[in-house]
């Protein structure tokens, strides 16, 4: 069975950093690629990043380049999300998604919330 | 890059069916996308890949009340028989080189 489980949300001031993991389970890692996708309150949902399966390319959001860095370690199954230069319009639910290559992304996480204030 | 344009609430009734819009950018008529289920305070849920061809995959424990067509630069998911847990948003989803993109979401009301 397919798992993808988010920790590292939480409350942070404006310019703050946060880093966000997602920790897989049930499928071979290492060879999909994943997303972050992000949901801020009442709204929809906003791809945020992408990494291919080696971690050898990575895709951000206008958003969020420059501020954003997405990674993996695929001897850990992990995925990570290190978020810098926090602001307000920052502040959602924050879902990991595995990316079936030509369907989409087939499985996702339950989230976990980020919220910038001070 | 793409966009996905949903209308953004439908109603139906219990047992009926509906079928929802997304509609691709000038360009992009081609392109696969994936709907997405997100009930109300959960995660969303993968429901199908559907091709231009009208050709559709759904994901694993998705019924088969949900299906998907196209025509053109329209992709088009109907839920027959209508439960009271489909009240819930539904979102595409395509992706090109470089990028992935979400429709707004359409809002469904059981009633």
């Known amino acids: 069975e397919v798992q993808l489980l988010e920790s590292g949300g939480g409350l942070v001031q404006p310019g703050g950093s946060l880093r966000l993991s997602c920790a897989a389970s049930?499928?071979?890692?290492?060879?999909?690629?994943m997303s972050w996708v992000r949901q801020a309150p009442g709204k929809g949902l906003e791809w945020v990043s992408g990494i291919t399966g080696s971690g050898g390319v990575t895709y951000y959001a206008d958003s969020v380049k420059g501020r954003f860095t997405i990674s993996r370690d695929n001897s850990r199954n992990t995925l990570s999300l290190q978020m810098n230069s926090l602001r307000a319009e920052d502040t959602a639910v924050y879902y990991c998604a595995k990316i079936l290559s030509a369907a989409g992304s087939d499985y996702w996480g339950q989230g976990t919330l980020v919220t910038v204030s001070s | 890059q793409p966009v996905l344009t949903q209308s953004s609430s439908a109603s139906a009734s219990l047992g009926s069916s509906v079928k929802f819009t997304c509609t691709l950018s000038?360009?992009?008529?081609?392109?696969?996308i994936a709907w997405h289920q997100q009930q109300p305070g959960k995660a969303p849920r993968y429901l199908m890949k559907l091709e231009s061809s009208g050709s559709y995959s759904r994901g694993s424990g998705v019924p088969d009340r949900f299906s998907g067509s196209s025509s053109g630069a329209d992709r088009y998911l109907t839920i027959s028989n209508l439960q009271s847990e489909d009240e819930a948003d539904y979102y595409c989803e395509t992706w090109d080189s470089n990028t992935r993109v979400f429709g707004g979401g359409t809002k469904l009301t059981v009633l």
């Open positions: 049930g499928f071979t890692f290492r060879t999909y690629g």
């Open positions: 000038s360009g992009h008529s081609d392109s696969i």
